[in-house]
C-alpha cells in the first residue's frame, strides 16, 4: 500500500509542520503506528494518530494541537473546503480486469455506466477499453460537487452515476452498499465486480427496500421523535433537523434534535425516542439500523410519515450540490 | 431538581441567543427533552441536546452550531476559560445533616476536614456547625485553580483536601472515587457520608492500591506503549504525552501518541500495545481499567515503569494547578 510518505514529509517540511496528526479509516487504522515512525525518519516532527472513528473525507478529525492533517483512505471532497490537510488515497493495487472481465458474462449492455470508489478509480480507463473491445459502450459520469473523480460514488452520492444515461451499471468495489445505492438512485440493474474476493454478482436492492419499509412502517405508529444532527465537518444539516423537528411539532408529534458526533447505540439509548431521524450520513440509518433499539430513518423516510412525500418511489438519502 | 429554567431564559434574551446547546452528564441526559421544551415556551429559541458523553466541566461541548451553551450538573472550573457558557449546578436537595449524625460515630477528630462535590457544596456551612457543636474541630479548605468553591473536590483534584491539616476527613457524597481519592491524595483515613443512601463507611483504598500494583507489575514486560491525548477542553495534556513517548523511545520502546476524545474499549481496539498511558482524564484509567484489553496506566504509574519515580509510594494522578 502506498501511504505517500515522501509527499507527506515534503509538505511537513514545506509548512514547516511541527506536529502532523494523521487520520486513518478504520480499515486502514491499524498501520498508524508503523507510517507515524516511517515519517518522523525523514523529517522532525511529532505525530498524533487520530484515534476517534472515522468513515470518510466528510469526516476531517481537526480537533487536535497539529499544524497539518494527514488524511488516509478517502479522497477530498471537492465542497468541503479542507484547511491544512493533505488527502492520501491510498489506492489499491489489485488488478480488476480479470473480475471486469467475469463480470462481462452478466452485462446485456448495449450502454453500460462504470462506477467504483476511489480506491479503484485509477483504474477505469483501462476498465472502460475493456469494455469496448468487448463490444459494449462504456460511460463514466461526472459527480456533483461532493465527487473529486469520474465515476466515483460515495455512500451519501451517486451523481456520476445518474449523470450518463445507460441501460445498466458496473461498479467495481468491494462491499454491498455503494452498488446497492447505484440502483437504487438510478433504478437500474448493477453489476458488481469485486476485485479482492474476484467475485461477480447482481446488487440486490430488494432486501433492503424491503427492510425499509418494515422500519417505516413500524414508524407510522410513533409519537416522539429524536432528530440527529451531525457536528461531522462534512455532514452538518443543522437547519434540516430544525426544519423536521419544527414541522413534526406543528403535526402534533413530539420531537427535539440531538447534536452528536459519533452516534452509537450506547449514546443514543440517553434519549428515548419512538423514532430516530438521521440527518448525519445515511449509511449510519441503513447499514446500522438492527443495532439501534427503535427505528432509525433518513430525512426522506420521515417525510413520509409526516405525509410529505409519496410512501410508493423509495428515496435514497443523498448529500448532493450543484 | 433545580434546572434554573428562568436564569437561562433570561440569558438567552440577553444574548439575543437563537440556538442553546443543551450539555448533561450522563446521570441527568434523560431530563434533556422536558428542560429544553420548558425553555421554549419562554423563548423563541432552537434547542439542541448534545448528544456526546459528558463526565465533567472539563469537557465543554463547543462542536456546535449555538450560541450559547448550558452545562448542567457541573461547577465551572475557574481555570479554563469557558466562551458563552452558563454553568447550572443543579444542586441536590437531599438533608446531609442526618447521614452526618449517623457519621460522628466514625470520626475520632479532633481535626476534621469537610469534603464534598458541587451537588452538596451548599451545605458545608451547616455541616460545619453540626461538627462543631458535637465538639470536633471541622476545616473546609480552599482549592487550585480548578476548584470554584471551598471544600469542592472533582475526581482530578484533592487541592481543597491537601489545602489543611487535619487528622481526618468526611466526605460528604455517593459513590467511592472521591473518598478514596482524597484518601490517597492526603494519606488521611476518609470517612463516607453517602445522604442519599444515608450510608456511612470509612473508603477503602487498599483494593485500588493492589489493583494499581497490579497493573503496574503487568507493564513491567511491556515494549510497545501507546500515550492518549485528550482533546476535551479541560483534559488536554498534549506536551506531556508528547514528553512521555519521548522518554521511552529513548529507553528503548516503542512508544506513539493518539489524540482521542472518548476513550473506550473500542475505539482502543485499533490501537495495539501492551500498555496504554492515559493523559486524559485519570479516572479513565482507575475506573475503567478492567474494560481495556491492556492494562492502562497513569502518567505517574508510567514514570515508574521508566524508573523516573519511586515504585513504594504511590501518587495519584491529578490536573492541578497554582
Known sequence: ?????????????????????LQFPEGLKRYGPQVGKRIKEHVN??????GNPCYGACD??????ADLLVHFGHAEIPEIVAHNVCFVEVRSEVDVIPTVNDALALISGPRVGIVTN??????????HHHLESAGLRPFIGCGDGRIKYRGQVLGCNFSSARAIDVN???????????????????????????????????ADVDLIIKQRYGLIAKAMDAHTFCVLASTKTGQQRFDLAFELVEEA???GYDAYTVTINEITPWTLYQFPADVYVNTACPRVAIDDSALFKAPMLTPIEFEMILGKRDLSEYTLDEFSTG
Chains 1, 2 share one sequence.
Open 1 to 21: 500500500m502506498d501511504f505517500e510518505i515522501e509527499r507527506i514529509v515534503e509538505l511537513a517540511r514545506e509548512n514547516r509542520a511541527r506536529v502532523l496528526q
Open 45 to 50: 516532527v511529532k505525530v498524533l494518530l487520530s
Open 60 to 65: 476531517l478529525d481537526y480537533d487536535t494541537k
Open 118 to 127: 476511489v480506491q479503484h478509480v485509477h483504474t477505469l480507463d483501462s476498465v
Open 168 to 202: 445498466e451499471y458496473l461498479y467495481i468495489g468491494s462491499g454491498a452498499f455503494h452498488a446497492v445505492g447505484v440502483a437504487l438512485a438510478t433504478g437500474k440493474r448493477v453489476i458488481v465486480a469485486d476485485p479482492f474476493l474476484r467475485k461477480t454478482s447482481i
Open 249 to 251: 411539532i406543528r403535526r
